[in-house]
């Protein structure tokens, strides 16, 4: 059998980081040829030497502020077809509302920003002032830049639905007025998009339970979104969650059954999340589905489980070869969380740990997401976020973590 094979595994320092961690890290990476940059919760950093040395961005003023300033999500992509870099940021409600910024590089490199941002508002007259967005997601195909996020009512704090909007890439390139295309879906949240896609997204969703509802959304003009309801094995979605570590230090504490990881190759495409232990699986695990997208029949569900620790946070991507390659978190037993990468080899998951925290965090959480994407243009390799927790408890001691690996002999 295949192994993985890190070809790079890198520390950001607190240098690197602006000393802006977060607890709830929430990294993502993009890379093309010696450019990398990678963002979290609340730092934004570049290399231009394949990730040996690094620069600070600082998310709350390399761009010009808007709304009550920057917030904290944030998502870095690269589209590979066209050399574009997007950086998604996500900004803190003022008058009870946001805005999230899209910021678009031309150059081939993750600089000199063009951006537009956008209201809850623009999507419906009913939130202008009222609503705000949060958990964003971005994916792109040929044509389309496709980014999605919830909305949530101000005061009272609610959800309220789910937003998913698309631009033209040929529009944002001229650097003019963006119309999006756009649906409101109020029945769902967290709409997870998937890696890979190039003339068709699919995304999904689920209610915490079976059916996982899978959404189609073509990337011609005059395409419109579809939906099947597909229903997998049976799973726990029922939170609390728990996995304690050693000392009886939890890390799942935050952490719910959203589909944190999709991708999309050929007519297949594939959802990941984190379902709750059960009778049969005695701790926290990630549930697998892949479906056909022709007949939207199963084509299998490839779990990742085991009986002695917990599995958690999953980000997914195909490589070239349709490879689906993974970036995830393991924990609970007898080790704290440990990032790790690896890649699914005829049904059979091939892993391989990046780095092992020294403790579990003070508050019992993690998460919310990492990222999973192909390297431009040795698109056999992977691109994956991480991060452990370093000496410390608190914010202060997260390292984040740049791993770039492929299939190995």
């Excluded at 040929?142 to 609610?158: A, D, G, K, M, R």
């Excluded at 080790?335 to 740990?353: C, I, K, N």
């Excluded at 919310?368 to 410390?392: F, I, K, R």
């Amino acid at each position: 059998m295949s192994s993985v094979n890190l070809v790079s595994n890198v520390a950001l320092s607190d240098t690197d980081s602006g000393t802006q961690t977060s607890t709830r890290c929430e990294p993502t990476v993009a890379a093309a040829f010696d450019e990398v940059y990678t963002t979290g919760n609340w730092f934004a950093s570049r290399s231009s030497d394949v990730g040996q040395t690094w620069a600070f961005v600082d998310p709350f003023t390399s761009l010009t502020p808007a709304a009550g300033g920057f917030c904290c999500d944030q998502v870095a992509l690269h589209q590979m077809g066209r050399n574009l870099w997007f950086w998604t940021l996500q900004y803190v409600a003022s008058g009870g509302t946001n805005v999230f910024r899209v910021a678009l590089s031309t150059n081939g490199k993750p600089e000199s920003w063009t951006y537009w941002d956008w209201a809850p508002g623009t999507f419906k007259a009913d939130w202008n002032g009222t609503a705000w967005f949060d958990y964003p997601d971005v994916a792109a195909t040929n044509n389309h830049l496709y980014i999605t996020y919830n909305v949530f009512n101000s005061n009272p704090q609610s959800f309220l639905a789910s937003v998913v909007m698309r631009f033209k890439l040929d529009d944002m390139i001229a650097k003019g007025n963006l119309v999006p295309q756009y649906y409101i879906v109020e029945d769902h949240g967290s709409l997870r998009l998937t890696q890979g896609a190039t003339t068709d997204m699919y995304f999904a969703s689920h209610n915490a339970q079976n059916p996982i509802r899978v959404y189609h959304w073509g990337d011609g003009d005059a395409d419109v979104m579809t939906w099947n309801d597909i229903t997998p094995a049976t799973w726990n979605g029922a939170t609390p969650y728990t996995s304690l570590g050693p000392g009886n230090a939890e890390w799942l504490g935050r952490v719910d059954p959203r589909i944190t990881g999709a991708w999309t190759t050929g007519n297949q495409a594939g959802f990941f999340w984190t379902a709750n232990s059960d009778a049969n699986r005695p701790q926290p695990y990630v549930k697998a589905l892949v479906v056909n997208t022709t007949d939207w029949s199963i084509v299998s569900e490839p779990d990742i489980w085991h009986t002695d620790f917990a599995w958690a946070y999953p980000a997914a991507c195909p490589n070239a070869n349709g490879v689906v390659g993974i970036s995830l978190f393991r924990g609970g037993g007898a080790t704290h969380p440990v990032h790790t990468v690896g890649f699914l080899d005829s049904g059979t998951w091939v892993m391989a740990s990046t780095a092992a925290s020294t403790d579990g965090p003070a508050n019992g959480f993690w998460g919310d997401y990492v990222s999973c994407q192909v390297h431009d243009p040795e698109q056999t390799d992977w691109v994956a976020s991480g991060y452990t927790l370093q000496g410390g408890t608190d914010r202060q001691a997260i390292e984040p973590r740049y791993v770039r690996f492929n299939v190995g002999p």
